[in-house]
């Protein structure tokens, strides 16, 4: 098995480069996964900073004692993924933004599409971006990256627009195949750059929103015979580009 991930602020260590990993993240090492002297670890910033580690000792119920000998970078990977996912009832965005996640988009924006039913307003809305940034980084230590997705705030149909006209190549996952949708399995994609794809509500792209989109210069594309659920479409696009560009090679 690999090693447990777990996140940390900084990487500055003490005497012997040993270092402290304490607060929640100490409390969860040592009275949930109870780790013992001589297991491995990982510490990182969730941004790309990251250090293998060594247990030394524990001390009370969340202090972790670790020898820390050298801190790395993960470099940004090519193409970068962005996710533009309309927002789901209930808590289909949360299982969206983990599925997502453990594959390996790198950000994800929250839509309010025209068709949503559920719509981020006030404190109800920071609450539940709030829930996406939580899930995005519980997601991130359980698949043992060290580079977690951004989620951004949630953006307007406008905002979508703009990004995807900046995109290398940008795709609008739609299931009607009569309006003149391409395959997106056989999609030709750039091997760097960025690339956005967006993903609708349960009740689907309204035409001005399809519209807009095209005329930022995406593309519209079916992922196959079936229809998935606003869930699930962008973990499987997102997995199928991973293995086409070669991220998963």
Not at 14 to 26: C, F, I, K, M, Q
Not at 44 to 67: F, N, P, S
Not at 114 to 127: A, F, P, V
Request: contains cysteine.
């Amino acid at each position: 098995m690999t090693a447990p991930v777990f996140v940390v602020e900084h990487f500055e260590a003490g005497s012997g480069g040993r270092y402290v990993l304490d607060g929640p993240e100490g409390r969860h090492a040592v009275s949930v996964k109870r780790l013992n002297p001589g297991e491995d670890v990982v510490l990182t910033d969730g941004a790309g900073r990251w250090a293998e580690c060594v247990v030394v000792a524990t001390e009370g119920k969340d202090r972790l004692i670790v020898q820390m000998d050298s801190v790395a970078e993960e470099p940004v990977e090519e193409p970068r993924v962005t996710v533009v996912q309309a927002l789901p009832k209930g808590d289909r965005g949360e299982l969206a933004v983990e599925t997502m996640t453990e594959t390996g988009v790198d950000a994800i924006v929250p839509w309010a599409a025209s068709r949503c039913i559920t719509q981020w307003k006030g404190e109800r809305g920071l609450k539940a971006l709030a829930k996406w940034r939580a899930t995005a980084r519980e997601a991130g230590k359980q698949s043992r990256r060290v580079r977690f997705p951004e989620v951004a705030d949630a953006a307007t149909t406008k905002q979508v627009a703009a990004l995807l006209a900046k995109a290398d190549f940008a795709a609008v996952l739609h299931e009607d195949t009569e309006v003149g949708t391409e395959p997106f399995v056989t999609a030709e994609l750039p091997t760097s750059g960025e690339i956005v794809l967006v993903v609708g509500p349960e009740g689907g792209i309204s035409p001005e929103e399809i519209e807009l989109f095209t005329g930022a210069g995406a593309k519209t594309c079916h992922l196959g015979r079936t229809v998935l659920r606003t869930s699930t479409a962008g973990t499987v696009a997102t997995a199928l580009l991973m293995a086409r560009t070669g991220r998963w090679s």
